[in-house]
């Protein structure tokens, strides 16, 4: 395996930074992972994980195990930094930026002329140049402009695009945008990430970078939401979505994405309030597929309501609590927030049923008409099927346990 003489800090060991740390690591890199949860620089010192993700047990267990790959609260002084902290919105969609900030000031203390320092975390247009004022701010003696000084750093953005449950792959197979605060940025950024990716790096301005992430994601958002419209269109209409669909994806140029019970996640629902935010004039068309697929959830839950209308006393299964298929990942769920909803709203015992969670979790816990139970104990016991989240284990279910039941399928399982 080739060596690395450099050193590396990563800030942030969440979703992005752990695999990336660990990757980097198993490369021959020394590797510093930093985090503020002491629960997690806790799990990754004992090379262990505390999220779900193929095979990254395994990766990270290596990294840790071969001593490369070393965690802790705060960084030290290292050849490369990648900033891979979360960027989640406020309440009125604006950016919350306070985790990069802390990470970059946190770090600039150890900068010395040469560094490179990379954002990965999906940002608004402007976050490195907002960075470069940063670190200007906590190391005057870099010089007026970090990055004109002889005692120069390099800072660029390289936004992540790998997809969870998909993430070790993605890491090396994708193409990779590295946009530079100058020229000698992105082409120090590029020659890193075309050590350990195997797809085209391609450099280019750190604005179009930082916009290019959130096109991709919003580009997804919004032909999701045309999908998502189609379903109401179909259910009014009287025909099946899922057929039309495949129908109409046999044309050369058509490629329509699946309907589902909303947008979830923490990319896909968030990434495009970012233009939004910052050109509300100009992004009519990604606000409104916001507000389409935001609405879904309520549509399901008023079509879940009016069945139970028809029980005495309603037990409903909600099938899937994750926000998509095959993972573990319960953040900005619609199938969470629905399964909460209706046992907030009807008397029904809800039987929440999420096979790669092994506890109920706290948002529902709390309430006293929801179960956390198996997939057979909820396939038994449940009027009202509600398919929120197409895992594989779900596609097992035979078409004899659905007799008598009123299945409701937000994802065409069962098309
Ligand atoms: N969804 C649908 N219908 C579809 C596809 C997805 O309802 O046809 C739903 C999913 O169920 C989920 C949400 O959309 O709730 C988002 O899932 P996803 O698989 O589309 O995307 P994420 O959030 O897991 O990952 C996305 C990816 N971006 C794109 O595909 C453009 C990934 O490459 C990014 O790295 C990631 O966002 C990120 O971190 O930004």
Known sequence: MARFDKSICVLGLGYIGLPTASLLATRGYTVLGVDVDSRVVGAVQAGNLHFHEPDLDILVASAVGSGQLTADHVPAPADIYIIAVPTPFADDHAPDMSHVEAATRALAAHLRPGNLVILESTSPVGTTERIAGWIGEERPDLGPDVTRSDARIFLAHSPERVLPGRVLQELVVNDRIVGGIDTASAEAGAAFYRTFTTGTVFTTRARTAELSKLAENAFRDVNIAYANELSLICDRLGVNVWELIQLANRHPRVNILQPGPGVGGHCIAVDPWFIVHSAPEQSRLIQTAREVNDAKPRWVIDQVRSAADRFKDPVIACLGL??????????????????????????????????????????????????????????????????????????????????????????GVFR
């Open 322 to 411: 994750a926000f998509k298929a095959n993972i573990d990942d319960l953040r900005e769920s619609p199938a969470l927030a629905i399964t909460a909803a209706l046992a907030e709203e009807c008397s029904a015992k809800i039987l929440a049923v999420e096979p790669f969670v092994d506890e109920c979790p706290a948002s529902l816990s709390a309430l006293l008409n929801v179960e956390f139970v198996g997939v057979d104990e909820a396939l038994d016991r449940a009027d009202i099927l509600l398919l929120l989240v197409d895992h594989d284990r779900f596609k097992l279910i035979e078409r004899e346990q659905l007799a008598r039941k009123v299945l409701i399928d937000t994802r």
